[in-house]
């Protein structure tokens, strides 16, 4: 695998997972000062998750 592709995995699996987040996917907020402060909030979520799987 190159490293293009290999980066290019990462960021579509975190695109993935930010829109299993309904209110991302459904863009609930539409202030995009929410919207963004969403995203913030969930990919913080997950990179907690991900770093407490790693720790673990």
């Known amino acids: 695998m190159t490293p ?4 290019r ?11 299993a987040s309904r209110g991302i996917a459904t863009r609930y ?3 995009p000062e ?4 969403g995203l913030h909030l969930r990919a913080a979520m997950i990179w907690i998750d991900d770093l ?3 720790t673990a």
């Open 34 to 37: 929410s919207y963004l402060a």
């Open 9 to 19: 995995n990462t960021v579509e699996r975190l695109i993935n997972k930010l829109k």
């Open 29 to 31: 907020d539409k202030a």
């Open 52 to 54: 407490l799987e790693v």
């Open 4 to 7: 293009t592709s290999k980066e």
